[in-house]
């Protein structure tokens, strides 16, 4: 499931570090469309500057959690079954998958998908409005890649991809529900113990 989640994350190749502005909070299912069986089932829930990416088993039990903070570029894993969590100062993947940001201007996201596109050599172009499982989105075509053009749709209210296909798959959000979302769920829980680094084997020199 955590390879689930880091494909997932994937997605985060780059980083938007802007004020969310009006975006409203959410949560919703993310659905794999290039998957023939969605094995595994996948929320998010986003409030201002922070994600989070919850892996769920068939029975509904979460059993893998990231949080991402779109401000400082970080992120968290959190293992509930051993009550651990890991920290992370890079909560991307570099050069995979199509973004995941909340845009200032849904109206004109090209100037800021440039900013955290890979040295700013991506390119973007606003395709226009579409209706997306009800919804009113901006469809942009960006190429994150030389050659590779991706299409991406911005929520109008929600200021937040709803669909994407990427080189590494293509998915979109269901079941959208805003409403707030309480500040625990992107905050390491009582309890949890940060997971110890891993120790080196690397032999002490000998003593003279």
Same mark, same amino acid.
């Given at each position: 499931?955590?390879?689930?989640?880091?494909? %997932? !994350?994937?997605?985060?190749?780059?980083?938007?570090?802007?004020?969310?502005?009006?975006?409203?909070?959410?949560?919703?299912?993310?659905?794999?469309?290039?998957?023939?069986?969605?094995?595994?089932?996948?929320? %998010?829930?986003?409030?201002?500057?922070?994600?989070?990416?919850?892996?769920?088993? /068939?029975? *509904?039990?979460?059993?893998?959690?990231?949080?991402?903070?779109?401000?400082?570029?970080?992120?968290?894993?959190?293992?509930?079954?051993?009550?651990?969590?890991?920290?992370?100062?890079?909560?991307? %993947?570099?050069?995979?998958?199509?973004?995941?940001?909340?845009?200032?201007?849904?109206?004109?996201?090209?100037?800021?998908?440039?900013?955290?596109?890979?040295?700013?050599?991506?390119?973007?172009?606003?395709?226009?409005?579409?209706?997306?499982? *009800?919804?009113?989105?901006?469809?942009?075509?960006?190429?994150?890649?030389?050659?590779?053009?991706?299409?991406?749709? %911005?929520?109008? /209210?929600?200021?937040?991809? !709803?669909?994407?296909?990427?080189?590494?798959?293509?998915?979109?959000?269901?079941?959208?529900?805003?409403?707030?979302? $309480?500040?625990?769920?992107?905050?390491?829980? $009582?309890?949890?113990?940060?997971?110890?680094?891993?120790?080196?084997?690397?032999?002490?020199?000998?003593? $003279?």
């Amino acid at each position: 499931m955590f390879r689930l989640i880091a494909r %997932i !994350v994937a997605l985060l190749s780059s980083l938007c570090a802007c004020a969310a502005n009006a975006q409203a909070d959410f949560s919703a299912d993310i659905v794999n469309l290039s998957a023939a069986s969605n094995t595994f089932h996948t929320k %998010i829930f986003s409030t201002k500057e922070k994600l989070r990416f919850q892996g769920e088993d /068939k029975s *509904g039990r979460t059993n893998s959690i990231m949080i991402v903070n779109l401000a400082t570029r970080t992120s968290i894993v959190l293992m509930p079954q051993q009550h651990q969590y890991v920290e992370n100062k890079q909560a991307q %993947i570099p050069g995979q998958g199509v973004t995941f940001f909340q845009a200032k201007n849904v109206e004109d996201a090209c100037g800021e998908y440039q900013k955290i596109s890979q040295a700013g050599k991506g390119k973007c172009r606003k395709v226009g409005h579409e209706n997306v499982n *009800g919804r009113d989105t901006v469809k942009y075509e960006v190429s994150p890649e030389k050659g590779n053009t991706e299409p991406i749709w %911005i929520d109008v /209210k929600l200021q937040f991809p !709803v669909k994407w296909q990427s080189s590494v798959g293509k998915g979109e959000l269901r079941n959208i529900r805003e409403e707030g979302q $309480p500040a625990e769920l992107f905050a390491i829980p $009582p309890g949890y113990t940060k997971k110890p680094s891993a120790i080196s084997s690397k032999p002490k020199p000998a003593q $003279p």
